[in-house]
């Protein structure tokens, strides 16, 4: 991936493709013991062909040759470039299935790897797609967790979806206080998917072939955006069906075009002569006259299967008015009704199992029919062409459409379908066999009612817990929500137990990262204080709070929430109230009095060092650095800044990490160490790749165009904030608009053209918190328009604010510089005065704005401030230094508005200063003109001595 440091999953120092030695070395390397030297010594042939690709491929391939044709070169070109994905569309039997076969068999024989796997409409396992296709993997390839190095913990958290891979994770807890827990482990189990498709890439390529992502969960979805992200590089390319006209197919598709360069092939059906073709291939050439094939064509509208079904069964009378699907399903309707009644009512039992069942599972929960019986059952519609056998495994079956299970299972009428779930349930929870609670917990949803709301209820708590450890936190949710929507049911809905469920439910939104988080954590509160429960409380007003901090107005019904909640828990070290204090000082950074948000801060940090918890600790510090934000403290926040980053490191946190550098890099840039700000960017960069979530995708953007706008590439800077607003939003920053505005700002000042940002000014300048800032700014944008008496009239409004601005507050350097500029620009001597007076202390700092800009060394503003009152001997030594400084930064356009500043002192002094006036002049104006300062270049123009 590009800017990332060192071998990655898919680098080639993992393994190297040129080498060609025998098999032999790596099998007795293996049967020795040494499965890392195995795989050092060489590698075996591509594993073989799944079964279920290698099954699909025995039928004959009728047409679609421009189609394979085209997937046969992009496979050639992606084995040169980067990795990929090929979407196939179609409606069910059009042969999508049929078409990724013949092309992951030419693959295949070209020496290429090819892994198969497919969701299922129930989802009752995670990853299902990803789970089947590295099972097939893990089993051609004995021992490739250690030959593809992956680490212990991440190894074991596959293991527990992948028990060929190895001894599963243990369990870890589910609280409230675990999601940075979560989020690691679940970055842990994609980078080792991640790592494990990189090595099956290696030497000839990967296939991976993923069908009917229509029913694909949320945590597949996700894992496959992070494969495609962080397949970038290697020869992989994935190529996933969908059904058309399921629910969420659209949005999903979308989800990944944002995400990934994604080729969509639409099949439709079959034109006459590609169903001639399929008819002769089929029936013999004889039937495949003019007239059946248009009647054919008619009846199907081209559908591949339902062609061959209406071959294998023909229609005793013209069709020519039936629908497609009912037409289809009366097909297999007629030949279901030739089989046994005994080998209808086993169907139909498997039908309720899902699309593949076992022999085993169906003697459970058929125990009034022997294993013969089942098994001749099994026979005939094997003979029928219904089910077949899978490939490879002893006792594994699998409807040969998903069509013929949907026929099956709508069979009976609800009444008896849903006690047929019901029946499954109990004998699945009664057999000896391993059954993932989230079976249990469908078949009895299912079953809810017809008495299966009870055990419904507690299989889908299990369910949900075992979701969150598999980092599956989309499938959590929707086994939280539904046991909320089962409570009523059973008449058990007490406070409690909803109160549980609810704040488990949010807790698993947020790590979903889904909008609604706030909407649990609500009901959750009125929940709380009902039953009088302070850990309760307490975990709803964390949750309320959101994930993470963000300086933001206070909110003052949020913040008397957290003073409840203190009160409640008491005066005792906890690392829950070390929490709830941090929270409540990083919600007060705005209001007074200032000192209180500093004692509750210290309060929080004392605590945590006591406790020596480093999570405790982590959250301490983040509320530490919200309490110093305001300029004067900047030394000691870059301190806690790096502690911060450090505890992350401690702690394995790659969010949290993530979320640390953020900060730091704001108190780097504002203490002026540019150099360190640049390297620790270039960290959050590598993390952000590496987690691929909006929110520090956008924090390492913002900061890209922090750099490049001191440069003086505005064009590019603009560029970067609009890519990085999409983000934002993304995100669920409700802020995101003004944050982009800001962005905007610190590139329209140096051009010269704030003016264009008048109406979002003047907007956001009426509001709460940041509003003073927003007022300082301004009075420039009106200059900028040439409207001087608005300017003056803005300048007035905002100076005589100055008394509600506070200086503890992270916007208050902003703000005070902005209106300092004005002073300058407007010729008040007296307001210059005063602000010279509260800048000089913050000399040696950076005008830092937010995450947006950066206006340079204060230095400079001191030298115009000092101009306008009439001491030029004090404004000669500011400017010099700033000269200096932003000469250090390699800041072109914060040296030539310098250039400027100073010449216009240098010109009422000595000829000599003139003549050197004239030469900053001349830079100024030339580097404003190269460089896009229009607003500079126009001042320089107009200075120079007459």
Known sequence: MEGRSGPGPFSPELGSRDSAPSVEGPARAYAAGRPDAAWAEGAWGPPALPTAVARADEAPFVGRTAVLRGLQERWQ???????????????????????????????????????????????????????????????????????????????????????????????????????????????????????????????????????????????????????????????????????????????????????????????????????????????????????????????????????????????????????????????????????????????????????????????????????????????????????????????????????????LYERPIASRRLRLHHRVAEALEISPLVVHPAELAHHYFQARAVGGADKAIMYSLEAGAAAQRAHAYEAAVEHYERVLALLPLVGRDDAEARCDVVLSLGAARWQASQPDAREAFAQALELARALGSPDRLARTALGLGGRFYAPVATDLGYAKLLDEVLDGLGRGDSALRVRVLARLAENLVFAEPADRTLELADEALGMARRLAEPAALAAALMGRHAALLPAEHAPERRRIGEEMVAVAGELDDAELGALARHWLLYDLAEVGELDEARRRHGELERIAGELQQPLYRHAALAWRGVWTGLMGRFDEAERLARDAVGLAERAGDRDAQMHFTAQLVAVRREQGRLDELLAPIERFASGDADAAAWRSILPLAHLDAGERARAQDAYDSAFADRTLTRRASMLWLTATAALCEAACELDDPDGAQRLYGELLPLADQLVQWTFTGNGGSVQRLLGRAAAVTGRGDDAREHFEAALARHAELQAPALLTRTRCDYAQLLLHGTPADHRRADRFLGAAEAAARRLGMTGIARRARGTGLT
């Not at 009752?124 to 967790?145: I, K, N, T």
């Not at 675990?178 to 998917?193: I, K, S």
């Not at 694909?216 to 970038?232: Q, Y």
């Open 77 to 407: 070109d992606d084995r040169r470039t980067a990795a990929g994905l090929v979407v196939v569309t179609g409606e069910p039997g059009i042969g999508k299935t049929r078409l990724a076969a013949r092309f992951a068999a030419g693959v295949h024989a070209g020496g290429g790897v090819v892994l198969c796997g497919r969701a299922d409409e129930e989802n009752v396992w995670p990853y299902q797609a990803f789970v089947e296709a590295l099972r097939h993997y893990a089993v051609q390839r004995p021992g490739v967790v250690a030959a593809a190095r992956v680490p212990a913990p991440a190894a074991r958290a596959l293991a527990a979806l992948i028990p060929e891979l190895g001894e599963p994770a243990p369990p870890q807890p589910t609280g409230r206080g675990h999601e940075h827990d979560h989020d690691r482990n679940r970055h842990q189990l994609f980078e080792a998917v991640v790592r494990l498709l990189g090595h099956a890439a290696r030497p000839a390529g990967l296939l991976l072939v993923l069908e009917d992502l229509q029913w694909a969960d949320a945590p597949t979805m996700l894992l496959l955006r992070h494969v495609l992200r962080r397949g970038e590089g290697s020869r992989l390319l994935v190529l996933a069906t969908f059904r058309d006209r399921e629910p969420g197919e659209a949005g999903r598709l979308a989800d990944l075009e944002r995400d990934a360069e994604v080729q969509t092939v639409h099949l439709g059906g079959f034109g006459p002569a590609e169903a001639a073709d399929l008819v002769a291939a089929r029936a013999g050439r004889e039937a495949a006259d003019t007239e059946s094939i248009r009647r054919l064509c008619d009846v199907t509208g081209g559908n591949p299967f339902f062609i061959e079904e209406l071959l294998r069964s023909p229609p005793p009378g013209p069709d020519r008015g039936l629908h497609v699907p009912p037409a289809v399903k009366q097909v297999i309707g007629r030949r279901l009704d030739q089989l046994p009644h005994a080998a209808v009512e086993t169907l139909t039992l498997a039908a309720v199992l899902g699309s593949e069942f076992d022999l085993t599972t169906l003697e459970v929960v058929a125990p009034e029919r022997g294993q013969d019986e089942l098994i001749d059952s099994l026979e005939a519609a094997v003979a029928a062409g219904l089910v077949y056998e899978v490939p490879g495994e002893v006792d594994r079956f699998a409807f040969a459409h998903a069509l013929v299970r949907e026929t």
